[in-house]
Antibody, heavy 118, light 106 residues
Framework: QVQLKESGPGLVQPSQTLSLTCTVA????????VHWVRQPPGKGLEWMGV???????RYNSALKSRLSISKDTSKSQVFLKMNSLQTEDTATYYC????????????WGQGASVTVSS | DIQMTQSPSLLSASVGDRVTINCKAS??????LNWYQQKLGEAPKLLIY???NLQTGIPSRFSGSGSGTDYTLTISSLQPEDFGTYFC????????FGSGTKLEIK
């Protein structure tokens, strides 16, 4: 059964770095791409970036200078790091797997709620 | 970046109605358009991918169409469980989501 689960701190101070982990089960990170998508409270969805099965990455141009996505295939984990956090980065952060076609996200984690506040 | 204009932003319809939701791209997106449904407190759910491909397990009352810059999600006969917010997502170039359509059941 395909599963993804995000984990990380619920609260981050302004200007600090956010670190999230997406732990997957039921598939291999060497075969599937994984995306990060976020959603501020009561607002729409924003695509953040993707790590390809090959290990390459692509980022939203608006976040590129602050964002890094990596993975440890042996541990079935994908990592998101974003620095210089501001209050507008408060959101639910989702990881999601590609179905097979690129950018067709068919399986999602439950989401991790992150609040940026002092 | 490609802008996705989704309409309407709010839609109220009755069970059994035929419902359409539209997404217009600021440039040709070559049918690289997916549709997602999201219910409150849940992750998005893939309904349709690459304009008109029904995701496995999704009821056949959902369908997608379009080309160029204009795309439509159609629910042929609205069911009570179809309430929620619907988002389009283009992945022709830098991926972007539409702003969402909140579907309420009358």
């Amino acid at each position: 059964q395909v599963q993804l689960k995000e984990s990380g701190p619920g609260l981050v101070q302004p200007s600090q770095t956010l670190s999230l982990t997406c732990t997957v089960a039921g598939f291999s990170l060497t075969s599937y791409n994984v995306h990060w998508v976020r959603q501020p409270p009561g607002k729409g969805l924003e695509w953040m970036g993707v790590i390809w099965n090959t290990g390459g990455t692509r980022y939203n141009s608006a976040l590129k200078s602050r964002l890094s996505i990596s993975k440890d295939t042996s541990k079935s984990q994908v990592f998101l790091k974003m620095n210089s956090l501001q209050t507008e980065d408060t959101a639910t952060y989702y990881c999601a797997r590609d179905q097979g076609y690129p950018y067709v996200m068919d399986a999602w984690g439950q989401g991790a709620s992150v609040t940026v506040s002092s | 970046d490609i802008q996705m204009t989704q309409s309407p932003s709010l839609l109220s319809a009755s069970v059994g109605d035929r419902v359409t939701i539209n997404c217009k791209a600021s440039q040709n997106i070559n049918k690289y358009l997916n549709w997602y449904q999201q219910k409150l407190g849940e992750a998005p759910k893939l309904l349709i991918y690459n304009t008109n491909n029904l995701q496995t397990g999704i009821p056949s009352r959902f369908s997608g169409s379009g080309s160029g810059t204009d795309y439509t999600l159609t629910i042929s006969s609205l069911q009570p469980e179809d309430f929620g917010t619907y988002f389009c997502f283009q992945h022709n170039s830098w991926p972007t989501f539409g702003s969402g359509t909140k579907l309420e059941i009358k």
